[in-house]
């Protein structure tokens, strides 16, 4: 048989309406809260808060220290330092932070010393499950009563949890439920790896399902996602501590930095000092859309740094890391999910070389009567058509989750949460 050529078909670019995108006959919805009002600045633009609000402080945590703190720790209490590596492999191996369990220690001071180092940072209040168990939803009281969520996922070969890194979240998208409080505070390494050891617990207590016969992978959290309760770039510091506790392999979780993600709807700077780090954590840019005028109103973040800006701190952080950045893109019907914008944003990608990105589309939630909703599986699909054409590796993702309200975006307390909280005593 002679081998046919193959035929390739390109799509004719579509030009951007100039304008108002009314006259051009395409509909435009344009982002608004419903039900809520966005907090404003003394500009009438949407508030951010890039600082976090002074509260009191969680407990310091052995995960919160590097290795020559933790030593340095354990002897002003008069002890060894080579205690510390015992309750290294309690907390990061055995996923316990229970003297009762810790029966290498002298029986003498045991309690003290665990509740000093490893003090409780996490309340369970409700845990929800879907996807027959394969997909479950926890809400976390802190300390100080702060309510925090986080998602775990498994998948075929893999376990993903996605974690909050800030109670609430300062950067007042007019889509998130959890901006709309606004920052309650930043959480610290500790809480933010809690979620990571008592997620781990539960796997190995057999505590989440859908795990096929003949996936043979580690039964552990292989991946994380820093999609869930605020942005993590504005908690830099803590986030950055934790993200170096879940690599190292002798003082912390051994995980993989590759499986890793940290995503930020772009505070430059902080991108900029992420790709200095050393640290080869997949980088994902919740971009949403490629031009300004809509960015502008959709991500308040925008009016500090602009499309192209994020952009080439992402194509610069390819450049330093060689990992593959990855564009979140919510598509939300009639918003941004027009054609001329998936060749606006191909064309912004392709203008910074090729290789370099991926493209994720993420059907936002179908929401009967609410101006964010998902678009059209068409549109969808011509959007990622159009993007793959323009050679950019682009794949609808999976919003696992969304049952439970936990999809990216979408973790907030809601008044049920609250009052279950406020009958859950802490520690
Ligand atoms: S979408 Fe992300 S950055 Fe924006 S308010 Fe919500 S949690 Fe914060």
């Known amino acids: 048989m002679t081998e046919q050529p193959t035929v390739r078909t390109t799509t004719p670019r579509q030009v951007r309406p100039a304008g108002a995108p009314a006259d051009t006959g395409i509909r435009q919805v344009r982002p608004k809260t419903e039900g ?10 949407p508030l951010l808060q890039f600082a976090s609000p002074k509260r009191g402080k969680p407990p310091v945590h052995l995960a919160d220290l590097t290795q020559d703190e933790r030593v340095a720790k354990l002897k002003e209490l008069g002890l060894p330092g080579f205690r510390a590596k015992q309750l290294e492999k309690h907390y990061f191996t055995h996923y316990t932070s229970d003297a009762a369990d810790m029966t290498d220690l002298p029986a003498s001071g045991r309690e003290e010393l665990v509740a000093g180092m490893l003090p409780p940072l996490l309340t369970e209040v409700r845990r929800l499950e879907t996807d027959r168990g394969d997909t479950i939803k926890f809400l976390w009281k802190l300390h100080d009563g702060a309510l925090v969520e986080s998602v775990l996922m498994r998948y075929p070969g893999r376990i993903t949890l996605c974690v ?3 109670a609430g979240c300062g950067m007042n998208c007019p889509f998130c439920a959890t901006g709309q409080a606004g920052l309650t505070r930043n959480m610290s390494a500790g809480e933010i790896i809690e979620q990571i050891v008592r997620a781990n617990a539960l796997i190995a207590a057999g505590g989440l399902g859908g795990k096929k016969r003949d996936d043979h992978s580690l039964d552990r959290v292989s991946n994380i996602v820093f999609m869930g309760m605020g942005e993590p770039l504005a908690n830099y510091a803590r986030v950055m501590q934790a993200v170096r506790v879940m690599v190292d392999k002798d003082h912390g979780l051994g995980m993989s930095a590759r499986g890793i ?11 900029k000092k992420l790709a200095d780090e050393d640290i080869p954590v997949t980088f994902a840019l919740s971009l949403h859309a490629p031009d300004d005028h809509l960015r502008d109103e959709l991500i308040p973040v925008n009016s500090r740094w602009k499309v192209d800006e994020a952009l080439d701190a992402a194509r610069a952080y390819f450049d330093k890391t060689g990992r593959r950045v990855s564009i979140e893109y919510a598509l939300i019907k009639d918003m941004n999910d027009h054609a001329w914008r998936a060749d606006l944003l191909a064309e912004k990608l392709n203008a910074r070389g090729r290789g370099w990105v991926h493209v994720n589309p993420i059907p936002l939630n179908p929401t009967p009567g609410s101006i964010w909703t998902a678009s059209e599986v068409p549109v969808q699909n011509e959007f990622v058509r159009r993007l793959n054409d323009a050679g950019i590796p682009t794949t609808l993702r999976d919003t696992r989750g969304k049952e439970i309200d936990g999809a990216c975006g979408q973790l907030v307390a809601t008044e049920e949460d609250e009052a279950a909280a406020a009958v859950t005593p802490v520690g």
């Not at 809520?36 to 633009?45: H, P």
């Not at 993600?261 to 991108?271: N, Y």
Request: charged share 15%; aromatic share 4%.
């Open 36 to 45: 809520w009002q966005q907090a404003k600045d003394e500009t009438g633009r």
């Open 164 to 166: 909050s890194s800030q």
């Open 261 to 271: 993600t940290v995503s930020t709807v772009g505070l430059v700077p902080a991108i």
